[in-house]
């Protein structure tokens, strides 16, 4: 699968959850560096995780 973000970076806002959390897992599917921001630090955190451990 080509990773068509590669090289590019994204400031995902509302990330603990919802639209901006789905995003936020995409973009980094896709080869973009993520920033992660919202009000939750423990789920922000758990994403941050979930994105290094699949390879973002």
């Not at 639209?19 to 994403?47: Q, Y």
């Amino acid at each position: 699968m080509t990773r068509r973000l590669e090289g590019t970076a994204a400031l995902v806002t509302g990330a603990s959850s919802g639209i901006g959390h789905a995003t936020a897992l995409e973009l980094a599917r896709e080869g973009a560096s993520v920033a992660l921001v919202g009000r939750r630090e423990d789920r922000l955190t758990d994403l941050a995780a979930e994105i290094t451990d699949s390879g973002g």
